[in-house]
């Protein structure tokens, strides 16, 4: 029959549970590692001692310049200091765990390994002398060796036993620290969101006001007329139409010296009534007398044929000009244009056009201002989802993990929801 899992609603149930279960084991295991640790460090604070020793006899004896000791008094002397150089760089743990313990454990072998060789190297050749230093060193040195011995045996075959279990309380210590940053980044999500809602209303709130002020009063009145413009100046243009074709001819004719009569302010007109129909006939007197001159001035031409037009196109030109000169096809279009220009110019020059205007070219910067700090906020908003999904991903990695390492350990299957 499967074995239920046993369920934990949150980390600090299941810490509470493994040490309950495993204190026992881990306790004296820790004890033994302390005492181990400590006695190792009397060791090495021992060597430290004798190597000092060394360092003082060998430095007094260069002081007496005796020659038949002076060579081997500075070879001792700078093996003294070798020897305290590297004992600085093994400090032993304060805490007590599997990880520093294993460190403390390396780092030692490596600083015994090195002196083994700096011995067997060096202390026959400072023989005989010193005689009672070295045997002094020695002495301290092997104690030390076996004091390592003794811990890293109880690390390799003893503590070894227990780095799992260890490791999974580590990994309960270390899910607690993050449960709390994913708390504290809820927190800075739930702020930056408090930001972020009273500037989106903000925002819509200037954009209704804005859309009120262009579509009532002056503005939406100004917007029919502009349709009524255009719907105009389309009008011109397909009455006008059979005489683009002459028009450009003759500025063509006129600016490349062929001469037609067409003057500088003829020519200008005639570049308006192409590109924009309605301000042209606009500016005009009643009667579009400046418009009248140039057609008659295209009408010699397409008689004589100065512009070299195909005949279906120029039979059309002559038509649209005998409508517009002798039918006044263009009057009422022409009064239509100067009443919506003339509504136009005095809805724009409104005192209360003005007025919307400023109200809303100060909406708009506020607008622009509210929406970049918008942006601003949102892209905090990101970073801050970002960090957080992230950590909930690694928590739930390390969830799995405290619950491999613990069936590893005790053979209990738990589960921390």
């Not at 500075?74 to 070798?82: C, P, T």
Request: hydrophobic content about 35%.
């Amino acid at each position: 029959m499967t074995e239920a899992n046993l369920q934990f609603s949150t980390s600090d149930q299941a810490k509470n549970w493994l040490e309950n279960q495993t204190t026992t084991v881990l306790t004296p295991v820790h004890a033994k590692a302390k005492e181990l640790r400590d006695n190792l460090n009397l060791q090495i604070h021992a060597l430290t001692e004798v190597s000092k020793l060394l360092f003082d006899v060998s430095s007094k004896e260069i002081e007496r310049r005796n020659m038949k000791v002076y060579n081997r008094a500075r070879a001792l002397n700078k093996l003294a200091r070798v020897f305290l150089d590297r004992l600085k760089k093994i400090p032993a743990p304060d805490q007590v765990s599997y990880e520093s313990i294993s460190k403390y454990v390396q780092e030692t072998q490596k600083i015994l390994f090195v002196t083994d060789i700096d011995l067997k190297n060096w202390f026959p050749r400072i023989s005989p002398y010193f005689i009672m230093d070295r045997r002094k060193f020695l002495a301290v040195y092997e104690k030390t060796k076996q004091t390592y011995m003794a811990l890293n045996d109880f690390v390799t075959k003893e503590y070894v036993k227990t780095k799992t279990l260890e490791e999974a309380l580590h990994e309960l210590n270390t899910l607690q620290d993050i449960e709390k940053q994913l708390m504290t980044l809820q927190q800075d999500k739930d702020t930056i969101k408090n930001e972020r809602v009273p500037l989106e209303q903000e925002i819509a709130q200037l954009e209704k006001q804005i859309e009120d002020l262009k579509s009532k009063g002056p503005i939406d009145k100004l917007n029919l007329v502009h349709a009524e413009i255009e719907n105009l100046n389309n009008e011109l243009k397909n009455t006008l139409r059979h005489l683009q074709k002459p028009f450009i001819k003759m500025q063509a004719l006129a600016t490349s010296g062929g001469g037609g009569g067409i003057t500088p302010d003829e020519l200008k007109k005639i570049n308006q009534y192409l590109d924009n129909p309605f301000d042209a006939l606009v500016t005009e007197k009643s009667g579009y007398p400046e418009l009248s001159e140039i057609l008659e001035k295209l009408e010699g031409m397409l008689a004589k044929d100065t512009l070299k037009l195909k005949a279906d196109k120029a039979r059309k030109a002559e038509q649209t000009i005998d409508e517009i000169l002798h039918k006044n096809a263009l009057d009422s279009l022409q009064i239509r244009c100067v009443e919506m220009a003339t509504n136009r110019d005095q809805l724009v020059l409104s005192s209360k056009m003005d007025e919307i205007n400023r109200n809303l070219a100060q909406y708009h910067e506020q607008l622009n201002l509210l929406k970049a700090r918008k942006t601003s906020v949102e892209t905090h908003e990101t970073v801050k989802a970002n960090s957080y999904q992230e950590t909930v991903d690694k928590i739930s990695n390390l969830k799995r993990s405290i619950e491999r390492d613990v069936y590893a350990a005790t053979g209990k299957k738990i589960q921390i929801t």
